[in-house]
């Protein structure tokens, strides 16, 4: 079955430090991958995304994503955090292959960051 | 600048009435999806559309119904709110080889 699993309910780093969000999956098929950022009382935001190719993408506000499909993973990077980073980000997984009900995303629960100054 | 727009941003209703959710996109999406999401809980999929009148029930969808008459549409229906529907509400929608687009979001309240 399909899942996306985020490991972290809950982190609290401080601004300047560095950041790793864990996402994990389980799909059958060739996977394209999202993160996404959501602040508080608004939509989803797409941060980056990982369809093929490189398998270290780069997105938007500096951050990063690694894809190694050996663990099936796409952990979510940024080298040094700032304040406005605090919000909820989630992890997705969908499919490659066109299909009638192949469209659908699937959604780790999210890990909320917390920034201390 | 590509758009998905919700009908609204808070709505408050009674136990027992209709309610009417409407989202609307401009990229000629072929899959539209309505998600309910709660605190600790995630996004979850209540029902999704891969075509104009083609639907498909996501991981909850009781107590929920779905009309998409045209494409750039996809209307969820409350058939009779209960307070255990309160809740934010996110339409979105994709094509098999791009990512998925929000709207704002709804955040409804039944009373």
């Known amino acids: 079955a399909q899942s996306v699993t985020q490991p972290d309910i809950h982190i609290t780093v401080s601004e300047g430090a560095s950041l790793e969000l864990r996402c994990n999956y389980s799909?059958?098929?060739?996977?394209?991958l999202f993160w996404y950022v959501q602040s508080p009382g608004q939509g989803l935001q797409l941060l980056l995304k990982?369809?093929?190719?490189?398998?270290l993408v780069q997105g938007i506000k500096g951050f990063e994503a690694e894809f190694k499909r050996s663990q099936s993973s796409f952990n979510l990077r940024k080298p040094s955090v700032h304040w406005s980073d605090a919000a909820e980000y989630f992890c997705a997984v969908g499919a490659v292959n066109r299909g009638s009900t192949l469209g659908r995303l699937y959604f780790g629960r999210g890990t909320q960051l917390t920034v201390w100054p | 600048d590509v758009k998905v727009t919700q009908s609204s941003r808070y709505l408050v209703k009674r136990t027992g009435e209709k309610v009417f959710l409407e989202c609307v996109q401009d990229?000629?999406?072929?899959?539209m999806f309505w998600y309910r999401q709660d605190p600790g809980l995630g996004l979850r999929l209540i029902y999704f559309?891969?075509?104009?009148?083609?639907?498909e029930k996501g991981d909850i969808p009781e107590g929920y119904s779905v009309s998409r008459e045209k494409k750039e549409r996809f209307s969820l229906i409350l058939e009779s709110a209960s307070t255990n529907q309160t809740s934010m509400y996110l339409c979105a929608s994709r094509d098999v080889n791009t990512e998925a687009f929000f709207g704002q979001g709804t955040r409804l309240t039944v009373v």
């Open positions: 559309s891969y075509d104009v009148k083609m639907k």
């Open positions: 990982y369809f093929s190719g490189d398998t």
């Open positions: 799909y059958g098929a060739t996977p394209y």
């Open positions: 990229m000629d999406h072929e899959n």
